[in-house]
């Protein structure tokens, strides 16, 4: 833009006074300082634009998430002593939390709700059985702020130990989005207080 600008001075000018290609050049001059400078406020803006997406009280790179100890070790998950639980994923990083707990015999039914921290954000509930075979598994997908609910059923013929993978997006410029998970039917946890 300013090199097509100059070449258009140029030529509209050239046989002007010496006046008048003053008046342009510190006209045009101006124009490309103050075009720089919007330029050099809207890239040093952008970090600030992320940030006042996030909670007032929270700072960045990044707030700690609300994982109540959730293992991120495929290999040691939390052992889940309640049918539900709840919480974020890490803000500008994607994350997966894992939990075994013991089902079946009988129907399963998981629950999933996500709220999204960023545009197109996404989250995946999946169960997997003692092999890492996938069981059953729900997928959403929203935009800023949406919520959403899945539902998945699936039967067991004998009781045996699964595990959960929640696996919670978050790039590099959104926020961390929120679940609830939930399981209800034939489960049984490591307390003594079975869900209903």
């Not at 998430?65 to 052992?79: C, K, L, M, V, W």
């Not at 996500?114 to 995946?124: I, P, R, V, W």
Request: hydrophobic share 40%; charged share 20%; aromatic share 10%.
């Amino acid at each position: 833009m300013i090199l097509a600008l100059s070449v258009l001075g140029f030529v509209f000018f050239r046989q002007s006074s010496e006046r008048t290609r003053t008046a342009i050049f510190v006209l045009m001059f101006i124009g490309v300082a103050a075009f720089g400078y919007a330029t050099f406020r809207t890239a040093s803006a952008t970090p600030s634009a992320v940030s006042n997406r996030m909670p007032s009280n929270q700072s960045l790179p990044s707030r700690e998430p609300e994982t109540h100890g959730f293992s991120t070790d495929r290999d040691h998950p939390t052992a889940l002593q309640t049918n539900e639980i709840h919480g974020t994923g890490t803000d500008r990083k994607r994350v997966r939390y894992y939990f075994s707990f013991i089902a079946g015999p009988g129907e399963v039914t998981l629950t999933f709700d996500f709220t999204s921290g960023g545009m197109a954000q996404g989250a995946t509930a999946t169960i997997f059985d003692h092999d890492f075979v996938r069981v059953a598994e729900v997928t959403s997908i929203l935009n800023r702020g949406d919520s959403e609910r899945k539902v998945a059923h699936f039967q067991l013929s004998n009781q045996e130990p699964l595990i959960i993978e929640l696996d919670i997006e978050g790039n590099e410029t959104q926020s961390a989005g929120s679940f609830l998970l939930r399981l209800d039917g034939a489960v049984r946890f490591t307390n003594a207080h079975p869900a209903q």
